[in-house]
């Protein structure tokens, strides 16, 4: 154990060889057993340590940056960086880095199960099945909606939004709309198979409409129950990004109204505790935020983060710096 190298702190628990990865490099601070530190043990625990690696749930803000003055680094385990107040990290001289890319078909895997999982009434009937329900089969029993050749639709058109568009496109022969602050190049539309709608037009067409977009402070409630109003009273929503986007409470009454036929959520606002408005209406489908959660995508998520800390606390650079700025002075 050398005293001169640099000491990291892993926030939350981490696959072993990732660990053993840093470790070469730093005193390697974790947490075993897994456990979510208050801001003020996270910060204790940053004492004296160049280096963290963030999940979505630690939040690097003003606070910690002004508690933690030796921190120079934040590799977030995740493609969102919400969790982080770039604009302070950016100021006090701290990275910030995330994991894009290698998350990005394994989450558009999911974004898809979880539409057609929200379509077809998979999780609905299968606790019809387990409660014993299942008396008689039935012409119209737990009859969905269609999903092949019916209309996508996706709000935010990064990576992830492109990989589901593809899937709709390509595999389902479904018409692509699409709405995001900037219109894709006319290449990357075709590459997907998508035509950019405006945000009215986007709630209104789409049969299945899928949440794909950062969560920013303007996001927040984005669709709400005028947004909500708009669609078809077939159509279904799925959000995929952050829970903070959609206005739960809306979503509910109009699942409860049969206003649209359902809905899919992997993400809530305040989890992982869940509006238990949520937990009472029949029509939605609710996964515990595991869009990303293959084994090998985490494990390369976190690989990713891990290269992050080395490439910047050894060499001074970065794979994927979210305020590269700081990296020049
Ligand atoms: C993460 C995610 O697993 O990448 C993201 O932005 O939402 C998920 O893939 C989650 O944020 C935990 O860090």
Known sequence: MSPSRPAVLIARAVFPEVVEHLRQHFEVETTPPDVFWSATELAERLQGKSGVMTTGGERVDRTLLAACPQLKIAANIAVGYNNFDLPAMTAAGVLGTNTPDVLTETTADFGFALLMATARRVTESEHFL????????????????????????????????QAIARRGALGFGMPVIYHNRSRLDPSKEAACGARYVSRDELFAQADHLVLVLPYTPQAHHTVGAAEIARMKPTATLVNIARGGIVDEDALVAALRERRIAAAGLDVFEGEPQVNPALLTVPNVV????????????????????????????????????????VMTR
């Open 286 to 325: 609710l996964t515990p935020h595991i869009a990303s959660a293959t084994l090998p995508t985490r494990t390369a998520m976190a690989m990713l983060a891990a290269d992050n800390l080395i490439a910047y606390l050894t060499e001074g650079r970065a794979l994927t710096p979210l305020n590269p700025q």
């Open 130 to 161: 387990r409660a014993g329900k299942w008396k008689e089969w039935s012409l119209d029993l737990f009859a969905g909606a269609e999903v092949h050749g019916r209309t996508l639709g996706i709000l935010g058109m990064g990576r992830i939004g």
